[in-house]
């Protein structure tokens, strides 16, 4: 049985696999068969991360047949024109080179810092594989060496999400919910389970407000600042339900958490104080 010890030294790549593996998927697009999710890059993450990067190209070797060509671009997507491009998958190539600009302009985190509250409406878009792709990239930076194919992944992640981009339908507002699992109870069960899961997600009718979260169109994006790394975005109580489990109460020092906290002035809430048993702001 494998150790902790040798469990811990694989999750950093020093072979240049993974850089590899990336590579190879950067050629393909993130779907094949018009609806149907390219695994590879989490695959290949997960295989790398848990020692197993000797098997990682002979993986892809026999997944290669499921991939398809990177479409071609048709327009850029730009810091003006974006909302348009939302949920567009015939842009799923503007998106990921709009992401590569970006990425290759700014820091990473920071990036993602500002794009993730505005695609978190849009979570339920290919099954959620888009925002699963982002947090194996993200992973990948934090836990080791921040490389061209690494940073490019997260670009090409990113503009997966964008271009499969779902919101879920104009729904009733219900009472609001003390919590996840009670918000959950009261959605009403549809009537008509047919189909596949965007269909279904179309037939919602109702959702709780979570508590202290504004009222807003659940339709629209997060408002544009005028400007690519402005005012953040006003984060509702999910989002910061969500990063407040990178606050640690047990230990003396809140770990480390998956991306810069929008509700922080700092670089990253979660390093922003050494004081034990200190929380997220609500």
């Known amino acids: 049985m494998r150790s902790m010890t040798d469990t811990?030294?694989?999750?950093?790549?020093?072979?240049?696999?993974?850089?590899?593996?990336?590579?190879?998927?950067?050629?393909?697009?993130?779907?094949?068969?018009?609806?149907?999710?390219?695994?590879?890059?989490?695959?290949?993450?997960?295989?790398?991360?848990?020692g197993q990067a000797r098997t990682a190209h002979r993986w892809l070797d026999n997944y290669r047949d499921r991939l398809e060509d990177m479409p071609a671009s048709t327009a850029p997507v730009t810091g003006q024109n974006w909302p348009e491009a939302l949920g567009d998958l015939s842009r799923v190539a503007d998106w990921t080179l709009f992401f590569e600009r970006e990425t290759a302009d700014h820091p990473w985190p920071t990036v993602l810092a500002e794009w993730w509250p505005r695609l978190l409406p849009g979570i339920a878009g290919g099954a959620t594989h888009g925002v699963i792709r982002v947090g194996h990239s993200v992973h990948t930076l934090l836990e080791g060496e921040e490389t061209a194919p690494r940073v490019r992944e997260l670009a090409h992640a990113l503009g997966y999400w964008a271009a499969r981009y779902q919101p879920l339908p104009t729904l009733e507002r219900l009472a609001p919910a003390p919590d996840a699992a009670a918000a959950l109870d009261r959605v009403p069960r549809i009537a008509d389970q047919d189909g596949g899961m965007l269909e279904r997600l179309d037939r919602l009718t109702g959702f709780p407000d979570w508590p202290g979260q504004a009222p807003r169109d659940r339709r629209r994006p997060a408002p544009h600042s005028g400007s690519s790394y402005g005012p953040r975005p006003t984060v509702t109580r999910p989002m910061a339900t969500a990063h407040r489990s990178c606050w640690s109460t047990r230990r003396p020092r809140p770990t480390r958490c998956c991306a810069p906290c929008p509700h922080s002035p700092t670089p990253c809430g979660c390093r922003a104080s050494t004081r034990p048993g200190r929380r997220a702001p609500r």
Request: charged share 30%; aromatic share 2%.
């Open 8 to 50: 811990a030294r694989n999750r950093t790549d020093t072979t240049g696999t993974l850089d590899e593996a990336l590579e190879r998927i950067h050629l393909s697009g993130p779907e094949r068969d018009g609806w149907l999710s390219n695994h590879a890059p989490m695959a290949v993450e997960a295989l790398v991360r848990r």
